[in-house]
C-alpha cells in the first residue's frame, strides 16, 4: 500500500488495520492523500514507453489495413458514406478530419496520416507525434463508423493516455537523440561522457494509472452486461462463440463433446471480468489475474480471429506490470542499456511521492515481521521525513532493496531463522556497493550467532534500542546531520526483543 | 563502521526538512508553490474527476440504464464524443449471437450479372475481413428504419466497386448451431441454418 508517508509493503490484513486506524484519526487527510499518492507519484516512464512500442505498432498496422480500399471506407460513395452517416451518427459530437477530405485527396492524406503514425512508433518527436496519432485514431474511426469494433476502441484509449506520459521518453528516437547530444556535448567539453539520466515523471504515473483504471472499467462493464445473458449463466456462452463460423478461425466443435470445457471457460470468464477491478490491485494475485487475462485474450485471439483485438487488449495489460520488472526483462536486450538509460533516484529529483509535503531524505528498507511494532517503527522514522519501503518477508526485501535503491536497511532479526538471517546477511553484505545493514537481535540470538554476523558495513545491535538510538546510528552512519529534535514519544519508545 | 552511501548522495535533513518540495523542479526544492502551480494543480483533478465520472458513466447508459445514468452522461457526451472514449464495452453480452452477412447482386450495363457475401474468407488479412464483417453486422442489428438508410449506402458502394446498373442486396442471418446438432452430425455452415431477407433492389441513377 502507499501512504502519504511512501511506498509500504503490507499484508492485506496490515493493511487494513493501518487504513481502518487511518481513517478514523482523520479520513478526510487520508483520503486526499491517498489520491495524490495514487496519482501524482513520479514513476519511471519505462512501462509507457513499452506500451507505445506495442500499441503503436498496432495503430500503424491498423491504418495500413484501412488503405487497402480507401474509396470503399472512406469515400464519398463509400460504405461509409457522408449521407448515411449524417443519419447514423444524428446529434453525435463527430470530429474527423476526413469530413473535410476530397476523394482525389484520400490516398495523399492517408500517406500522410501513416508517416505520422510511423514516427510515434519509433518515438521520434513523441510528444507532437502522439497528440497528431490521437488525432488521426479518432478521425478513422468516426469516418469509418460503422466499420468498427474494440480494437478501434482500444486504440483509440491507449493513444489518448500516450498522449498524456512522456511515451517517448525511453526506448525512442527522441531518447537516442537525446544521448547524441550529450555525446557531443561531453566531447566540446572534453569532459568524460555520462548517459542522461531518466527522471521519473508524475505525468508517466498519471497516465498509466489511468490506463489501469480503465481496464478495470472496461472488464467490469464487459462482466456485469454478460450477466444480463442466459448463456453466461448456463455455460453455454463460449460454445456460442465458438460455433460462430464468421468469428471462427480454428474449429472447435470438438468442445460438443465435451461440454464441461464450455461451463468451464463460461464461468471462469465472467468471474475473471467481473472481479478483475478489484484482484488486480492485490500485488500476490495480480500475476495470477494478468496470466488469465493473457490467456483468455490470446484464446480469443487464435481461436476467434480477432488477434488484434486481442493483442491490444494484452498491451494495456502492460499497464500493470512494475517499471523494475520491465527494464529487467529488457535490460539484456542489445542497445538497451543507452535506450533505457538510468533511473534518476527518488531522493535526487526534488520529486516526492506525496508532493506537496514530502521531504528529500534517506529511503529506509525496514524489514521486520511483527506487524504492530513494524508500523510503530515506520511511523516514527515517517514523522522524521525518511521515506520507507517495508516489508515482512527476508525475500521480499531482497527485490524491494533493488527497486527502492535503500540508503540504509534495518533488519529486526527477532522473527526468523538463525539460518535465514545469516544468509540474508551475508548476501546483503557481499554485494558491490552494499547499504548500511542495521541488524536488530535478541540476546539469546546474539549468543547463537557470536561472531558469524559481523562484518564492515554492517550494525549489529543486540537486544533494547531506542527508536531515537537507532535513528541516531542510522544518521551518523549516513553521515547525516541530525536537526537533535528529541521527541517524548521516541524516547519512551523501545524495539528489540523486549517491546 | 563503513558507510557505502555515496557523498553525492547524502542530503543533510535539516536543510531540505524545512523546505517543501514541488513536483517536477528538479532541485528547486526550496522555491514554494505558486499559486498558479496550485491552480494547475487543482484544474487537473478537476478534470480527473470529470475524466473518470465520465467514462465510468458512457458503459452504464447502455440499455437497460437508469435516468440517473443517462442525466450524467448527457453532461459528459461531449467530452466523451471528442475524444473517441464513448463506449459501452459490452463485448459478446447479453449473449454472443447469430451473426449477419451481407448477400449481394449487381448487373450490369452489358447485362453480366456479379454475386458476392462479405464476410467470406477470401478476404484477407484477418482485420480487413472483420472490418466487411462489422459492416454486415451493422447492417443485420439496425432498426428497420436506419437500415433502410444503411443499405442505400452499401447499394451505392457496390454499384461504384463494380460498375453496376443495379444492386440487389439481402441481409442473411447465420444461426448457431446447438451442441447435440453438432454431435448428431450437424456443420456450423448447414443450409438451414441460414435465413435470407431481401432488402431491396437500387438503379445507378438513384444512387449516383
Known sequence: MRTRYGSVNLSPGQTRI?????????????????????????????????????????????????????????????????????????????????????????????????AILFLFWIGFATRVTSVLSMIITISYSYRAHMSNFGLDQLNAILCFYLCIGP??????????????????????????????????????????????????????????????????????????????????????????????????????????????????????VRPIVLAMGFAMHAGIGGMMGMWTFGLIMIFGHLSFWPAGTVRRLLGDLPLMPT??????????????????ELKVAPVLLWVDRTVRRQLLCLRYFWQRGYHCAASRDLQEARELRETTSPDAVVVMATGWEDEEVTTFHDDHCSRPDAEPLFMILSKSQSARLNGRIHTAGSH???????????????????????????????????????S | MISTIPASRRVPLNSVNESPIAPNSGNAGERPRSKWRRAGFALVNIWLFIH???????????????????????????????????????YFAPQPGSSNLVSWTVTRKDGTVLTGRFPNFDIRPRLYYHRHFMLSEYLGNSPPELQAVVVKGFARNLCREYDGETVTISTVRHDLPSMERVRAGGKLDDGDLYEEQPLGSFKREDLL
Open chain 1, 18 to 114: 493501518y487504513q481502518w486506524a487511518s481513517w478514523l484519526l482523520n479520513p478526510i487527510r487520508v483520503a486526499a492523500d491517498a489520491w495524490n499518492q495514487f496519482w501524482y507519484s513520479p514513476s519511471d516512464p519505462v512501462v509507457l514507453a513499452l506500451i507505445r512500442i506495442f500499441a503503436g505498432g498496432m495503430l500503424l498496422y491498423t491504418h495500413i489495413i484501412w488503405g487497402l480500399n480507401l474509396p470503399a471506407f472512406f469515400g464519398s460513395n463509400g460504405w461509409n458514406s457522408p449521407d448515411v452517416l449524417a443519419v447514423v451518427q444524428e446529434d453525435g459530437i463527430v470530429p474527423s478530419f476526413w469530413w473535410y477530405v476530397s476523394d482525389q485527396w484520400l490516398m495523399p492524406v492517408h500517406c500522410l496520416c501513416i
Open chain 1, 167 to 284: 511515451s517517448g521518453a525511453l526506448l525512442s528516437v527522441d531518447r537516442w537523440i537525446s544521448v547524441l547530444r550529450a555525446r557531443r556535448k561531453a566531447r566540446r567539453e572534453g569532459v568524460p561522457y555520462a548517459a542522461p539520466v531518466v527522471s521519473r515523471s508524475i505525468t508517466a504515473n498519471l497516465a498509466i494509472r489511468l490506463i489501469q483504471l480503465h481496464f478495470c472499467v472496461i472488464y467490469a462493464y464487459a462482466g456485469l452486461s454478460k450477466l444480463q445473458g442466459g448463456a453466461w449463466w448456463s455455460g453455454e456462452a463460449v460454445w456460442l462463440a465458438f460455433a460462430n463460423l464468421e468469428y471462427q478461425s480454428i474449429s472447435m466443435t470438438w468442445i460438443a463433446w465435451y461440454p464441461w470445457i464450455s461451463d468451464l471457460m463460461t464461468h471462469t470468464t465472467i468471474l475473471w471480468e467481473v472481479s478483475f477491478a478489484a484482484l488486480i490491485w492485490i500485488r500476490p
Open chain 1, 339 to 356: 535506450m533505457l538509460g538510468t533511473l534518476q533516484p527518488l531522493k535526487q529529483t526534488g520529486q516526492s511521492a506525496r508532493n506537496t
Open chain 1, 460 to 498: 549489529v545491535i543486540t537486544g533494547q534500542v531506542s527508536l531515537g538510538s537507532l535513528r541516531r546510528e542510522i544518521q551518523e552512519t549516513l553521515n547525516h546531520t541530525s536537526d537533535d529534535q528529541e521527541f517524548e514519544w521516541a524516547a519512551e519508545h523501545s524495539i528489540g526483543e523486549d
Open chain 2, 52 to 90: 473518470l465520472t465520465a467514462i465510468i458513466t458512457a458503459p452504464a447508459t447502455v440499455g437497460p440504464s437508469s435516468q440517473s445514468s443517462r442525466t450524467v452522461w448527457t453532461a459528459v457526451a461531449p467530452y466523451l464524443q471528442g475524444l473517441y472514449l464513448n463506449h459501452g464495452f459490452h
